[in-house]
């Protein structure tokens, strides 16, 4: 017998099986006969031969973010999603990626040499606890960091950042999400803070440089408008007075005019004007918008647009007389943000996770790139186009090309979902909610096929079996639902249920031959069945030389290297082989994406480990040739698309 191990995770070695403990469970897992007499716990696991590169990021974080969308003078789009700042050159349909911070990004500014580029992170989740808030300064043509601020003073996260405008753009301000929302003001080419003031206790929406006056700044939030004069290391308040104006919830945004007026947007759909030096309101555009004012953008040519929750996109002159106003439509949300274009175009970034382009006089035709709304957790690579599917809590169904890196079709469910499975025909997809209720589609017309419920909690795993004749369902209610199925995915008729697992179900394999299937549960039970009869195997003979067809399974033999030391058994949420079986990628809790040698039979095996998810990495999947994988985030809602080097 060998033992090794530190803390909560340990691994004992008998005749022909491996014992690993997890939170003082045994798991115990066998291991094929002809390994038997040669294995050995000691030897060292390889690295594999293989790594990933950042490829594609799928979405936009519009939905609780603002002032986010920029285009730079090169033609890229930049903007954030997860810990991941995305330079997008539609024309060219490339993307550039600054990968420096380590969790959620918040908030970006551009410095007026339109080169320069600072954003701002939330404090990290990493396992050793060290990711402060903090904010980097970067080159957007290298994309090399030229400077890190304010590590240990910024406290939760950065709200607001903005350069100055009239100093060479010398100066920067941000406000972090602390309590008293902090607003500070660096030399960030020394990293030297000039001065720090407590802005407000409630929150902050927006903070800006006067366009003339890198001495004054302006901040606005809930039912707030402050200008700060800089003098002498003091910051300065002077509140905005609204007299006879009602005062409004919320101060959404600001901008200013050319002769140096502030201008701002609020909660109530009002435009208000604050002459330059006054704290004192001398012009209102009542209704300005039905509902909220999220955006504001002051053109090159002194138009003004606002944009808000009403959908619309209107101009303004310079005596704020309106030009007029496009609609855009409900599908794509509200107006989230707006931000000059090329020529006459603008773009937009809207609640839903959307960014749009289009001219102020036409339609809004043309979007430039989606993503989902909420968690994602269901993810299904086609069986032989460079195609995945994905599904989550907002209750999208959203196919995917991954050689144009475009949405295919996209379907809205009655439920949230969970899981998905492509039929090996790759005529159909199955779709698992959280309701019990699971659904089939057409592949190429998203129209549904079916629909069944097995229970009434979610279904953790749809998986169907190589030669497509069955379809396994894992569900949280401890069963495997077992349905028979025939017309290449379009039949389905209900073979039994496989009960014994004392937890609920997390993850389902096929063999290559289709007889078998190994699950795994939520108290770390390893079980085998043969679905056709909804019987469990309890022949370690029969099942130790099983050949499997997939290792989305992240406890057994052929993948019990994965786990780290002092894992609690919750860490990993999911695992995929590639086609070849010679690498093996999991997605952990701590927005990791990890990359082994395949089988990772060893002992705390040897990864190459990648960031860029900024919360637990709910799903991966290799896709069609193993060029390509794609992992999935949680509360970060994105989609990362790696290239395989």
């Given at each position: 017998i060998l033992v090794m191990g530190t803390g909560r995770l340990y691994h004992l070695f008998f005749e022909g099986y491996v014992k690993m403990f997890l939170k003082g469970r045994p798991v115990t897992m066998h291991m094929p006969k002809d390994q038997v007499d040669s294995y050995s716990l000691e030897a060292r696991g390889e690295l594999p031969p293989s790594r990933l590169k950042l490829h594609w990021v799928y979405g936009y974080?519009?939905?609780?973010?603002?002032?986010?969308?920029?285009?730079l003078p090169t033609g890229e789009t930049v903007y954030f999603m997860a810990s991941v700042v995305v330079l997008y050159n539609v024309e060219e349909q490339l993307q550039r990626?600054?990968?420096?911070?380590?969790?959620?990004?918040?908030?970006?500014?551009?410095?007026?040499?339109?080169?320069t580029i600072a954003t701002g992170q939330v404090a990290g989740t990493s396992s050793d606890g060290k990711q402060l808030p903090h904010v980097r300064v970067w080159d957007s043509v290298s994309l090399n960091t030229l400077h890190v601020l304010g590590a240990g003073f910024f406290d939760r996260g950065l709200v607001c950042l903005a350069f100055s405008k009239s100093n060479g753009g010398n100066t920067l301000c941000a406000v972090d999400d602390s309590n008293d929302h902090v607003l500070s003001v660096w030399e960030w080419q020394r990293e030297v803070r000039l001065a720090e003031v407590k802005c407000s206790n409630e929150s902050v929406f927006a903070a800006d440089f006067h366009p003339t006056d890198s001495n004054v700044l302006v901040t606005c939030g809930k039912s707030h408008l402050y200008s700060w004069n800089m003098d002498k290391g003091m910051l300065v308040k002077k509140q905005g007075l609204f007299e006879k104006q009602e005062k409004p919830k919320f101060i959404l945004c600001v901008t200013f005019a050319e002769n140096g007026d502030t201008i701002t947007g609020d909660s109530s759909g009002n435009i208000l004007v604050w002459g330059k030096g006054t704290n004192r309101i001398s012009q209102v555009i009542p209704g300005a918008h039905e509902g909220s004012i999220f955006a504001l953008c002051m053109l090159r040519n002194g138009t003004l647009v606002s944009g808000g929750k009403d959908r619309r996109l209107v101009s303004w002159d310079s005596c704020l007389q309106q030009i007029q106003a496009v609609e855009v439509p409900e599908v794509f949300g509200p107006i989230r943000t707006i931000a000059e274009g090329r020529g006459d175009t603008v773009l937009i970034g809207t609640t839903k996770n959307l960014i749009l382009q289009g001219s102020l006089d036409g339609e809004f035709l043309?979007?430039?790139l989606q993503g989902h709304v909420d968690e994602l957790w269901g993810l299904a690579a086609h069986p032989y186009k460079p195609h995945f599917l994905t599904c989550g809590y907002d209750r999208q169904v959203c196919l995917w090309d991954s050689s144009s890196h475009q949405l295919i079709w996209a379907k809205s469910l009655e439920d949230t979902a969970q899981s998905a499975g492509f039929h090996p025909s790759g005529d159909v997809v199955a779709i698992g909610t959280h309701t019990g209720r699971w659904l089939v589609l057409d592949t190429e017309s998203k129209d549904l096929v079916t629909v069944h419920t097995d229970g009434n909690e979610q279904l953790s795993t749809m998986r169907y079996g190589p030669d497509g004749n069955f379809l396994a369902?894992?569900?949280h209610d401890n069963y495997i639902y077992i349905y028979a199925v025939g017309e290449r995915g379009r039949k389905y008729s209900r073979v039994g249920k496989c009960s014994g697992h004392s937890s609920f179900i997390t993850h389902l394999d096929w063999s290559v031959d289709s007889q078998y299937l190994v699950s795994n549960s939520g108290d770390y039970e390893i079980l085998y069945w043969i679905p056709s009869v909804c019987k469990q195997v309890v022949s370690v003979e029969t099942t130790r030389d099983i050949e499997w067809a997939s290792y989305t399974c992240t406890l057994g033999f052929h993948v019990f290297?994965?786990?780290?030391?002092g894992s609690d058994g919750t860490d990993i949420n999911a695992a995929c082989t590639s086609s070849d079986k010679r690498l093996l990628?999991?997605?952990?809790?701590?927005?990791?994406?990890?990359?082994?040698?395949?089988p990772c039979s060893q002992f705390?095996?040897?990864?190459?480990?990648?960031?860029g998810h900024s919360s637990h990495v709910t799903n991966v999947s290799f896709l069609l040739d193993d060029s390509c994988l794609v992992s999935t985030g949680g509360k970060d809602m994105s989609i990362m698309q790696w290239r395989v080097v």
């Open positions: 974080r519009g939905r609780d973010c603002r002032s986010n969308l920029y285009l990626h600054y990968t420096g911070h380590t969790d959620d990004i918040k908030c970006l500014a551009v410095h007026p040499d339109k080169i043309v979007f430039l369902i894992g569900s290297g994965v786990w780290p030391d990628v999991t997605g952990d809790d701590f927005g990791k994406v990890h990359l082994f040698s395949f705390r095996a040897p990864s190459h480990v990648y960031g």
